[in-house]
């Protein structure tokens, strides 16, 4: 009989029949880690069997969308996404806490990031090169035994990044209440100053400012534009930066995840933790995730810690401008307080480092290595 074992640290999956080794084959796992919520986009772990056995017979880089072949890949096409490629193991998770594996579709399967293998770059499926996922698919049954073994050995590198006043020079916030009326502008203004100088608690506000705002789709469309016009000089070149030294960059903001999520785009940033907000099929105001944690002081520790548990890493540092910037200091390796756009005196004063542009070789040292 024939069983799987995966090691997210070694990022390998050794295939073994009986007792007697097969062979080795190398993968990419999740970039966000381990873990077993829906939607997380992180791997699960613990016990399963391969319930499933999709694309036998199919071309090499067929792409399957929702386990239907829908055409083939071209290797020159240009899309970055995560496909599901040639062929795929459905898995079926074996434990409690992985119970809901199938409902998550968590696969084994080709890729068209076959350059990002050995490194963990999925969206929460196990990555193999096309070639190993037809030698794989042809050892194996419907009732093999898979065992994928949790990190145990730091390796990650995390970046940490607020979004409004340091990787863009506006608050999204503000210039929601801009678009609204000149005096719900200066008194949402005067709420977000207070909150970030700590003068008052992020959680006390935030949703005051909404409620006075009630912004529509129209205008989140404009600021996610104004957000993109203000990019930080520097600030493209420095996530590029960051990611050659191997350390994956998130946008951490209390801001709006679809208006920030174009700036994601264009600063090549795969990852946005921010809060989600809700428009009526007219574009209406329909309110947002009022318990998303970074609606609350503190709330980016729980995110981080979050990144902490499920990606072991090495290293994590902070940048932003706020005091639920600097509130992360216990939680991070280092604090860089970010003073490009606005100059926070508690947060200059706190921060483990004080810069005010991506160049400054006080940041810039740091990633180095």
């Given at each position: 009989m024939t069983r799987i074992v995966i090691s997210l640290d070694l990022q390998e999956l050794d295939l073994f029949r009986g007792d007697e080794f097969v062979r080795t084959y190398r993968i990419s796992s999740g970039e966000k880690g381990m873990g077993f919520v829906e939607g997380s986009f992180r791997t699960p772990t613990g016990r399963f069997v391969i319930a499933g056995k999709i694309g036998k017979g199919e071309p090499i880089f067929t792409r399957f969308t929702a386990r239907v072949p829908v055409g083939t890949w071209d290797p020159s096409d240009p899309n970055n996404g995560d496909l599901v490629l040639t062929r795929i193991l459905r898995l079926d998770g074996q434990d409690e806490a992985n119970a809901n594996t199938m409902e998550r579709h968590i696969y084994i399967h080709g890729t068209n990031r076959e350059d990002m293998i050995g490194v963990p770059a999925s969206h929460g499926c196990i990555r193999l090169a096309n070639a190993?996922?037809?030698?794989?698919?042809?050892?194996?049954?419907?009732?093999?035994?898979?065992?994928?073994?949790?990190?145990?050995?730091?390796?990650?590198?995390?970046?940490?990044?607020?979004?409004?006043?340091?990787?863009?020079?506006?608050?999204?916030?503000?210039?929601?209440?801009?678009?609204?009326?000149?005096?719900?502008?200066?008194?949402?203004?005067?709420?977000?100053?207070?909150?970030?100088?700590?003068?008052?608690?992020?959680?006390e506000v935030f949703g005051r400012r909404?409620?006075?705002?009630?912004?529509?789709?129209?205008?989140?469309?404009?600021?996610?534009?104004?957000?993109?016009?203000?990019?930080?000089?520097?600030?493209?070149?420095?996530?590029?930066?960051?990611?050659?030294?191997?350390?994956?960059?998130?946008?951490?903001?209390?801001?709006?995840?679809?208006?920030?999520?174009?700036?994601?785009n264009i600063l090549e940033i795969n990852h946005v933790e921010a809060v989600p907000?809700?428009?009526?099929?007219?574009?209406?105001?329909?309110?947002?995730?009022?318990?998303?944690?970074?609606?609350?002081?503190?709330?980016?520790?729980?995110?981080?810690?979050?990144?902490?548990?499920?990606?072991?890493?090495?290293?994590?540092?902070?940048?932003?401008d706020?005091?639920?910037?600097?509130?992360?200091?216990?939680?991070?390796?280092?604090?860089?307080?970010?003073?490009?756009?606005?100059?926070?005196?508690?947060?200059?004063?706190?921060?483990?480092?004080?810069?005010?542009?991506?160049?400054?070789?006080?940041?810039?040292?740091?990633?180095s290595k």
């Amino acid at each position: 009989m024939t069983r799987i074992v995966i090691s997210l640290d070694l990022q390998e999956l050794d295939l073994f029949r009986g007792d007697e080794f097969v062979r080795t084959y190398r993968i990419s796992s999740g970039e966000k880690g381990m873990g077993f919520v829906e939607g997380s986009f992180r791997t699960p772990t613990g016990r399963f069997v391969i319930a499933g056995k999709i694309g036998k017979g199919e071309p090499i880089f067929t792409r399957f969308t929702a386990r239907v072949p829908v055409g083939t890949w071209d290797p020159s096409d240009p899309n970055n996404g995560d496909l599901v490629l040639t062929r795929i193991l459905r898995l079926d998770g074996q434990d409690e806490a992985n119970a809901n594996t199938m409902e998550r579709h968590i696969y084994i399967h080709g890729t068209n990031r076959e350059d990002m293998i050995g490194v963990p770059a999925s969206h929460g499926c196990i990555r193999l090169a096309n070639a190993d996922m037809i030698d794989l698919f042809e050892q194996v049954t419907d009732t093999t035994e898979v065992i994928i073994k949790p990190l145990t050995i730091p390796k990650a590198k995390l970046l940490f990044m607020d979004c409004d006043s340091t990787l863009s020079a506006i608050e999204g916030i503000d210039e929601l209440a801009r678009l609204s009326d000149p005096a719900i502008f200066a008194e949402v203004v005067a709420f977000t100053n207070a909150a970030m100088n700590g003068d008052v608690l992020l959680n006390e506000v935030f949703g005051r400012r909404m409620e006075i705002i009630r912004p529509d789709k129209s205008m989140a469309d404009e600021v996610a534009r104004l957000y993109i016009d203000h990019i930080m000089p520097g600030a493209k070149e420095f996530i590029a930066f960051v990611k050659s030294k191997g350390w994956i960059p998130v946008i951490l903001s209390g801001g709006f995840e679809p208006l920030i999520r174009p700036l994601a785009n264009i600063l090549e940033i795969n990852h946005v933790e921010a809060v989600p907000i809700f428009f009526d099929k007219y574009g209406a105001y329909a309110g947002y995730e009022c318990d998303f944690p970074t609606t609350r002081n503190r709330g980016k520790n729980e995110i981080i810690n979050e990144w902490r548990e499920a990606t072991m890493p090495a290293k994590v540092v902070m940048v932003g401008d706020g005091i639920s910037d600097l509130e992360t200091q216990p939680d991070v390796d280092v604090m860089v307080g970010f003073g490009g756009v606005v100059t926070r005196e508690k947060v200059r004063s706190g921060a483990d480092v004080w810069v005010k542009n991506f160049e400054e070789l006080g940041i810039l040292s740091l990633f180095s290595k």
